[in-house]
């Protein structure tokens, strides 16, 4: 049985002890909804359910009381060890290499939440001149985006990505709107590198013939997304980095149809740096927001 998060445990203690979400986020440092989050990682991981809902609040169930206590009784052990061993934590300096566009679009935009978590860290975000590129000596740990083979290391699957037109309001309010996939050629094409992704979503469209060649090419995907929010074009992206733009308005999505990328986001590391407190800590954090945020 996996394992779970020691993050989500300290959640469940916590919540046991106080009662409330709210008290749990206060002794945690955390956001009421980072301590729900945990929670209900923790029932999936589980398979059971920890809260019932009474009333206008929740509490837990007799299973969850049981576990709960469970718990307090293994994070005990564990504190004590750690007193005996006189450990300092989590702490140190870590490395982390990004995609330009996922850091500053997901990463950036959440990242404050793990310094809180893990003070004793020194984080730096490095950004490759790939999307696909773990060659950093610099960097502790690797997002990257591409297909997965990077031989000799340890490649963990983050998300896959779905891309789909995205455009400012203004630019769909400029054109009178796309009724049909082929509007699109209507406006300026705006690429990231190649034409690959929306020669695929025409493809997927059905659009005959379309020519894919034109429009502006862009080497960074934070330049794609400026270009789209100032009504310059219409980009491809997806709805994860997006995904700020299009709750505040300043993008929309004019179709559905989305088309799923031959590529995903992956994190890659070296074998030997496994076991590594700081790049466990840093994946759990990770895969949380990322869980979090398509919910």
Known sequence: MRIPSTQALRALDSFARHG????????????????????????????????QRIGKGVALTPRGQRYAADVRKALTVL????????GAGVGGSFAISCP????????????GEFQQMYPDVALSVLTPRRLDDVSNPD???????????????????LCEVHFTPLCSPTLLNKVGGFSKPADVLR???????????????????KVENPDTEGGI???????????????????????????????????????????????????????????????????????????????
Request: glycine letters at 8%.
């Open 20 to 51: 409330s979400v709210w008290r749990a986020a206060d002794e945690l440092h955390l956001t009421r909804s980072a301590v729900s989050h945990q929670l209900r990682l923790l029932e999936r991981d589980l398979g059971f359910d920890l809260l």
């Open 79 to 86: 504190g004590d060890a750690g007193a005996q061993t006189n």
């Open 100 to 111: 330009p566009g996922f850091a500053s679009m997901f990463l950036c935009t959440h990242i």
């Open 139 to 157: 960097a502790d740990a690797f997002i990257a985006f591409g297909v997965g083979n990077w031989p000799n290391r340890v490649v963990e699957l």
């Open 187 to 205: 406006a300026n094409l705006l690429h990231l590198s190649d034409t690959e992704d929306w020669a695929r979503w025409l493809a997927l469209s």
């Open 217 to 295: 090419f862009f080497s960074d995907m934070n330049l794609v997304f400026s270009a789209a929010v100032a009504g310059q074009g219409i980009a491809m992206g997806d709805e994860l980095t997006g995904r700020r733009a299009l709750s505040e308005g300043r993008l929309v999505k004019p179709f559905e149809a989305s088309v799923p990328s031959p590529r995903s986001y992956f994190l890659v590391f070296e074998h030997a740096k496994a076991g590594h407190p700081v790049l466990n800590a840093f994946s759990d954090w990770l895969r949380a927001k990322l869980s979090e945020s398509r919910l």
